[in-house]
């Protein structure tokens, strides 16, 4: 089965910066489209960004385009996500996800493999 390992996490002052990332223990990494998504406390998962199979697209939350960044390296099976001009709302733990298809998908029930969360808490 696809195991999903994350890195990255951990405190950062607002305004800074963070970069996530995921490795994914597959022979065929590049047959997933990837996801991030993020669950703070009291609130639902979340979708974040994704990524397609091939990199080449990409989507993001409202709440995140502009600062934070997907991009995915299938000759490492690894999935980065890059967030800069981090605000105290981006607090919550992150999961990367793999999705069974090519294309990007924006709902939890439709990603197939999970990882086990990195804390990422942003402080004032």
């Known amino acids: 089965q696809v195991q999903l390992v994350e890195s990255g996490g951990g405190l950062v002052q607002a305004g800074g910066s963070l970069r996530l990332s995921c490795a994914a223990s597959?022979?065929?990494?590049?047959?997933?489209?990837m996801g991030w998504f993020r669950q703070a406390p009291g609130k639902e998962r979340e979708f974040v960004a994704g990524?397609?199979?091939?990199?080449?697209?990409?989507d993001y939350a409202d709440s995140v385009k502009g600062r934070f960044t997907v991009s995915r390296d299938n000759a490492k099976n690894t999935v980065y996500l890059q967030m800069n001009s981090l605000k105290l709302e981006d607090t919550a733990v992150y999961y990367c996800?793999?999705?069974?298809?090519?294309?990007?998908?924006?709902?939890?029930?439709?990603?197939?493999?999970w990882g086990q969360g990195t804390q990422v808490t942003v402080s004032s």
């Open positions: 597959t022979r065929t990494f590049s047959s997933y489209a």
């Open positions: 990524i397609s199979w091939s990199g080449s697209n990409t």
């Open positions: 996800a793999a999705r069974s298809g090519l294309t990007i998908a924006t709902k939890t029930a439709q990603y197939d493999y």
